[in-house]
């Protein structure tokens, strides 16, 4: 059972507030969140998701963010929310102890340190002195201690001591109308890298097999998405690829027929969620959304490199050979949940990950009282992180798939 923290209040309902009125109510703070811009790129791409992008020129990570959704008023609350979260990940006030694995251990409640999600710029040991935050352990209900540089997103210089041991990134980095709301989001995050990083390590059968049958696809706002798909042109193809944490996770390609003078090339979406349509709506609108922040070259992090691999033929030919095989998984079949509240949702969904031999689930509650924004960071040792990543270095889970990887 989820063990909520001192003062947190559970949340009556699974649904919540309409897109409108989260814009209506985070449009005031936009200025002091340093957010200039919320610009609706929809129409720079040929297949009409609706798609944002939100500028913070004085950010202290990306500048450029994204948003998108089945309607507008959806996307400007998805790509406002994101740069929100940043914003508060940039801006961190709580106490942090600067002290070594071996000094906290004996006096204080540590996280699984050797589960974490590491990176190759530096090698951890039990006297690097790095920073530590407070966290709140889900599964026990007891605070617990973690490496800062797996909760910030402050990529100024110089680094804080100890960067360069865990994985930066913002994984797990979460906001909501209600905190248990952005904590579900945080939670599906983590899951989705998780099991798509163990899908590309999975033997070319095991992948073929889990194609999804589009034509199987029954949800109206699914649907909606892939006519548009089919309007544009586009290749498109879905997998299911939930891990044995068994949270429905869906990974989308979209590519440009092989004769379009388009030169956008692959893009890839992903979608987490208890709710298998809502997991599948998720990947279906951000692979559009990906494709369109392609397009507009607004994104800080997409180098040359980046343009250049999309198009790269080995890697489209890798896709379409994918693409091929006769898809088999009848989106049916896809086990899903639907529960009548969030605090439910999230019941099961630590009950999941526990069943999977997780035992730790740590959130970093980031809200800030002047802006009352629900914001948490979401941390589970044990899981992958995102493997797109160059410095990010294969956990045990990865290790296992590799091992048992027939290519």
């Known amino acids: 059972m989820l063990r909520l923290p001192a003062g947190w209040a559970h949340a009556s309902s699974y649904r919540s507030v309409p897109p409108e009125e989260t814009v209506a109510r985070l449009r005031p703070l936009l200025p002091v969140l340093g957010i ?17 992008m939100v500028c913070r020129p004085n950010s202290r990570s990306l500048a450029v963010f994204q948003g998108k959704g089945v309607d507008l008023a959806s996307a400007q ?22 002290a070594s694995f071996q000094e ?40 617990v201690w973690l490496p800062f540089e797996l909760v910030h997103t402050n990529y100024t210089l110089p680094f804080p001591p100890g960067s360069g041991t865990f994985l930066p990134s913002s994984n797990g980095l979460a906001s909501g109308n209600h905190w248990m709301e952005a904590l579900s989001h945080g939670l599906c995050e983590v899951v989705e890298r998780d099991a798509v990083t163990l899908w590309f390590l999975s033997s070319a059968e095991r992948r073929e097999r889990s194609q999804l049958a589009l034509e199987t696809v029954a949800d109206p706002e699914c649907r909606q998405v892939l006519a548009r798909f089919a309007e544009a042109g586009l290749e498109v193809a879905a997998w299911e690829v939930t891990s044995d944490v068994g949270i429905p996770v869906f990974l989308c390609a979209l590519l440009e027929p092989v004769d379009s003078l388009r030169r956008v090339g692959s893009v890839l979406g992903m979608g987490c969620h208890p709710a298998r349509e809502v997991a599948l709506r998720r990947a279906l609108t951000e692979a559009a959304q990906v494709r369109l922040t392609a397009i507009a070259g607004s994104r800080d992090d997409l180098s040359r490199r980046y343009y250049a691999r999309v198009r790269e033929t080995p890697w489209l030919e890798l896709l379409r050979a994918g693409m091929g095989t006769r898809p088999g998984r009848d989106f049916g079949e896809v086990p899903t ?39 948490v960071r979401v941390v589970i040792p044990g899981l992958e992180g995102p493997s797109s990543m160059p410095i990010s270095v294969p956990g045990a889970r990865a290790r296992h798939r590799l091992e048992g990887t027939r290519w």
């Open 36 to 52: 200039t811009r919320v610009a609706n790129v929809t129409g720079l791409d040929v297949v009409g998701v609706p798609v944002v």
């Open 77 to 98: 609350a998805s790509g406002v929310m994101e740069a929100v979260e940043h914003y508060h990940a940039e801006r961190i006030l709580s106490p942090l102890k600067l």
């Open 337 to 375: 949940r639907k529960d009548a509240s969030l605090e439910e949702a999230l019941d099961w969904m630590l009950e999941r990950l526990r069943g999977a031999g997780l035992n730790q689930v740590v959130v970093v509650d980031l809200t800030r009282p002047e802006f009352q924004i629900p914001v």
């Open 104 to 143: 906290l251990r004996f006096t204080h409640a540590l996280v699984d340190v050797e589960s974490l999600p590491r990176a190759s710029a530096r090698d951890f040991h039990p006297h690097l002195r790095l920073l530590w935050i407070e966290g709140h352990e889900l599964l026990s209900g007891t605070p």
